[in-house]
C-alpha cells in the first residue's frame, strides 16, 4: 500500500488541536511512511529479503521473504519507539512521539488489507505468525479500493480548502504505481532487490514532500 497510508494521516492529524503545525505534521507525515522508509535500506544493506519477478511487473508477485525489523507489528512498533522518543524530544512535545508512534502503527494495520500472508506478528521466534488478507490477489480492485478509501477519508475529515491539494496530488502519486496493478509492461522495470528498494524509497521520499505541502 502507498498512498492509502496517507488515508490514516489524515485522520490523526483531524484528531489533533492544531492540526496544521509543523511539529504534528511532519511527525504524522513521516510516521505512516515509516516501515517503508526503513524497508528499503534493510534491503539494500541485506537484511531483509524480498525476491522480485523481473518478468511480471504486478505488486503481488513481489514476494516479502523476511522483513521483521521493518514490517512486523511487534518489534518494528517496538524499534519505532526510538525515533517516536526523538522526535518528542525534538519538538519538545510527547504529542509529536505519540503521533508518530500511531502513525507508525497504522502502517501494519493498512498493510494487513492488501498484503498476501507475509507480515510477521512478533517478529522474533520459530513460531512467529504471518498475517495479509491479499487484497493484492485483485490488482485492479486493490488500485481502485485504495484510491477510494484514500479519498473518502479525506473527503470525511480534511476542511475543503485542502481537497484539490491532497487528493490530486495523492491520485498523481497513485497513479505512478499503476503498472503495478494493471502490467502494462511485460517486464518488471524495478526487477532487482536493489532497484524495487530504491524505487519505494523515492516514492515515499514524494508522498512525504506532497503531503507536508498539501497540508497547510
Ligand atoms: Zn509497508
Same mark, same amino acid.
Given at each position: 500500500m502507498y498512498i492509502g497510508h496517507y488515508a490514516a494521516a489524515a485522520a490523526l492529524l483531524a484528531l489533533v488541536p492544531e492540526p496544521h503545525a509543523a511539529a504534528v505534521v511532519v511527525p504524522v507525515a513521516v510516521g505512516v511512511a515509516w516501515p517503508d522508509l526503513v524497508w528499503p535500506v534493510l534491503v539494500l544493506a541485506r537484511r531483509e529479503k524480498v525476491t522480485v519477478d523481473p518478468g511480471d511487473p504486478l505488486q503481488r508477485s513481489v514476494r516479502f521473504d523476511a522483513y521483521p525489523l521493518s514490517h512486523s507489528l511487534v518489534l518494528s512498533n517496538l524499534l519505532a519507539l526510538i525515533p517516536a522518543i526523538i522526535i518528542a524530544l525534538l519538538c519538545r512535545s510527547w504529542l509529536a512521539g505519540a503521533l508518530f508512534l500511531v502513525a507508525a502503527i497504522s502502517h501494519w494495520l493498512l498493510d494487513l488489507v492488501v498484503h498476501l500472508r507475509d507480515l510477521p506478528v512478533l517478529g522474533f521466534g520459530r513460531h512467529d505468525r504471518k498475517l495479509g488478507a491479499g487484497l493484492w490477489r485483485l490488482p485492479r480492485t486493490a488500485f481502485f479500493a485504495e484510491y477510494l478509501f484514500f479519498a473518502a477519508v479525506v473527503l470525511a475529515?480534511? #476542511? #475543503?480548502?485542502?481537497f484539490a491539494g491532497v487528493l490530486g496530488g495523492g491520485l498523481l502519486l497513485h497513479l505512478l504505481n499503476a503498472n503495478s496493478a494493471f502490467g502494462f509492461t511485460k517486464r518488471n522495470p524495478f526487477g532487482t532487490p536493489t532497484a524495487f528498494a530504491i524505487m519505494t524509497l523515492v516514492g515515499y521520499a514524494a508522498a512525504i514532500t506532497w503531503f507536508l505541502m498539501a497540508w497547510r
Open positions: 475529515v480534511a #476542511p #475543503p480548502r485542502l
